[in-house]
């Protein structure tokens, strides 16, 4: 048992079992922009975090209808409209988000506030590319996120 103090020591020193990780970079990883706007598409499903009763249709039914959104959105049909004829967003679906250690002004939103699958895929997208997170329990757990780069 007294072998493993100093290589506990030694852990703690080089930040092994810091209790708070470091916090990431100004606007994130090297090469992140410090704002972007997304548009997207919430597509919930019954038993989903947050969805309203209202929403009735299964997890596969979600995924095929995500899929089915994505594959127009990228044909070019209008993502407003998606928008409002799919989403099961709360809110209204354009998001100024800033990046780690950036303050947001007036509506702009935290990274960090958001689903780390919808902002994974928000940030690695360029300006108008259209991207899919897919649900995850723990990293998505709306549903499934059609997001589109507008700025």
Not at 45 to 69: C, K, M, N, P, S
Not at 71 to 80: L, Q
Not at 114 to 126: I, K, P
Request: charged content about 25%; hydrophobic content about 40%.
């Amino acid at each position: 048992m007294k072998r493993w103090i100093p290589i506990a020591i030694l852990a703690v020193a080089a930040g092994c079992d810091s209790p708070t990780p470091p916090a990431p970079p100004i606007g994130g990883a090297k090469g992140e922009p410090q704002r972007l706007r997304v548009l997207h598409v919430l597509v919930a499903f019954r038993g989903a975090y947050g969805a309203r009763e209202t929403v009735t249709r299964t997890q596969d039914e979600a995924e095929v209808l995500a899929r089915e959104i994505l594959a127009r959105a990228r044909r070019g049909e209008d993502f407003k409209k998606l928008m409002k004829d799919y989403s099961n967003d709360s809110g209204e679906g354009n998001y100024i988000l800033v990046n780690h250690g950036v303050v947001p002004r007036g509506a702009e939103h935290k990274r960090a506030d958001f689903a780390l699958g919808f902002t994974t895929v928000a940030w690695s997208l360029a300006v108008d590319e259209i991207g899919l997170a897919p649900y995850h329990k723990d990293s998505t757990p709306h549903g499934y996120h059609v997001i589109k780069r507008i700025e």
